[in-house]
């Protein structure tokens, strides 16, 4: 079975274009939204809708969902593209894109399309491709990096055209000097194209974060990439836009991680989305020893599961398996801070987590706001440094939630 969430990006959510009992074929769009800021869902497998249900997904919330179940053979259906260069023009890109479905795959899920269609008055000349990877355990850019350096950088250069920028860097950690060195070697020929080795720190891979590194300019708060003349792109994203673009490939399927010390085998696995967590587990040789956290996505950026049955989704990238005995006790008095401003120090969007932590607690939203909350990347370094263990990042994504409701309202 593969359980497709109806909404599994940032944006609006899909409505479905089949009904139960329908037969679908694998890369057939299945949903899709009118709002600019969505993008459609395609069926990764050829098989039958068995239901339009409510299902659990990895934020513990029931979203309305697409359940397919595959047949034993495969039939697949692709986007038609231009064959020709010239067709290629920035609009049919960014069309070839959304038709995709394409997303943000290091995570955040965001429309790619928008991404590639900045505001007229804010040009970008500069593309960066983030290699970074700094979460632990997940290793999925570092073997894209490796196996597919054709696509990245035919990918860039799409992205490039797309929203007329002259430059393009491949940013990677200086922990994967294979990945810097397999980069290099293909780009020797690209004149508009860099390869930077930056330091390996977390966050590296955050926009912000690695914008400033390479180009030494500062996101304004409150701001976007494209307010100092930048676009960032995941590695991963980058490869889904050469092959929707020159295979007409829907994005349909991933490559996740399946690690940490509580799993009998670690693998790179490529996924159809909507495949259950439970299967990958299994697949992997199950959990060995104790758990303590299963967690979708990466352990600073991640949820911890309570449950097997929720789906991949386009911005999974990764399952990290902690055993108990690496797993913090969880505590009950999360208001306990000692003032010792490691929090602080270590939060790279340099706002102060403490006080937003205290203001949360307090139900002061509008202070909450005034002391930058929306600026926070969710890069869990607060948490991790905290002495009292204090839950920060579950808080924020609280306290965030509820300052976008009010705003909506
Ligand atoms: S998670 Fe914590 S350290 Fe990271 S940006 Fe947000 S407040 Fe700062
Ligand atoms: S790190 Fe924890 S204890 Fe220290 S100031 Fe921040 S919230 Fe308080």
Known sequence: MVVLPLSQHVGAPCEP???VGDKVKAGQKVAESSAFCSAPIHSPVFGEVKAIEPHLTFTSAKVMSIVIAPFEEQQEERIVVPRDETELTPEVIREIVKEAGIVGLGGAAFPTHVKLSPPKEKPIDTVIINGCECEPYLTVDHRNLLEKPEKIIDGLKLIMKTVSAKQGYIAIEDNKPDAIETILKHCEKEVEIDVVALKTKYPQGAEKQLIKAILKREVPSGGLPFDVGALVQNVGTTIAISEAVREGKPLIERIITVSGQGIKEA???????????????????DVVGETGKIIFGGPMTGYALFTLDVPVVKGTSGIVVIPKKMTPELRDQIDLCIRCGRCVEACPSRIMPNFILDFTLAEKLDLVEKYGVLDCIECGCCGFVCPTKRPFVQLIRYAKGKILEEKKA
Not at 267 to 285: H, M, P, S, W, Y
């Open 267 to 285: 693998k790179n696995l490529l996924v159809k989305i909507g495949t259950l967590a439970r299967e990958l587990i299994d697949f992997c040789g």
């Open 17 to 19: 274009l089949i009904q």
